[in-house]
């Protein structure tokens, strides 16, 4: 035991570290997340979709006058068109649509918008990474064609209904999701 211990040591006394793969450390400052807390604008949008939209909601949350709600991704078509078409919410903009890859599941994240009411709302949604597949919201607005495109580009996800899947930013052909993590990046060295 003695002679392991000895080895350890270098030429100055100090102990060295064994050979092999390390953590990688973090530089910089250490990271602060921002606490989830709503304002009163923010408030009276969640409040509105808890009573008049959804009362069975997965999870709440939100920062400022953005809330977020977690719904099945069963209920998205049903649910986005009661935002948009709801008297006190009138969500009549998709914003942004995206996605991000948890591993064990999808996210997709839908930012509603209200031009009227002045009102934002994000709602997320899970799907199983193996089989991605959820129903369209294009007839609830035109711009989630392009979103939904992208999303099926990068991430392999399947809207049910949308009649035109074809690659937005790859070329025809092309192999593999490159939004996935499980996507083999070349010349790439995560720090």
């Known amino acids: 035991m003695t002679e392991k211990k000895d080895s350890l040591e270098s030429a100055e006394g100090e102990t060295a570290k064994p050979a092999g793969p390390t953590e990688p450390t973090r530089q910089g400052p250490p990271v602060q997340l921002a606490e989830e807390v709503l304002n009163p604008k923010g408030l009276e949008t969640l409040a509105v979709v ?6 069975n909601l997965l999870s709440t949350g939100g920062r400022e ?3 977020w709600v977690s ?3 069963t209920d998205i078509t049903n649910f986005t068109q009661k935002c948009r078409d709801s008297s006190e919410l009138m969500m009549d903009m998709l914003h ?3 996605a991000v890859d948890y591993i064990e599941h999808i996210e997709l994240n839908y930012i509603l918008f209200s031009i009227k009411r002045d009102h ?6 899970k ?6 597949v959820i129903n369209t ?3 609830l607005w035109q711009a989630a064609a392009w979103y939904e495109r992208e999303t099926h580009d990068l991430f392999g996800v399947v809207f049910t209904g949308n009649d035109d899947l074809a690659p937005l930013l790859l070329y025809e052909g092309f192999e593999g999701y490159p939004g996935l993590k499980s996507f083999p990046l070349h010349d790439y060295e995560e720090y």
């Open 50 to 55: 808890k009573n008049s939209i959804e009362k």
């Open 127 to 132: 799907l199983d990474s193996e089989n991605p």
């Open 96 to 98: 942004c649509l995206f």
């Open 120 to 125: 934002k709302l994000i709602v997320k949604t």
């Open 137 to 139: 919201v294009t007839h």
């Open 71 to 73: 719904i099945p991704a």
């Open 65 to 67: 006058d953005l809330p």
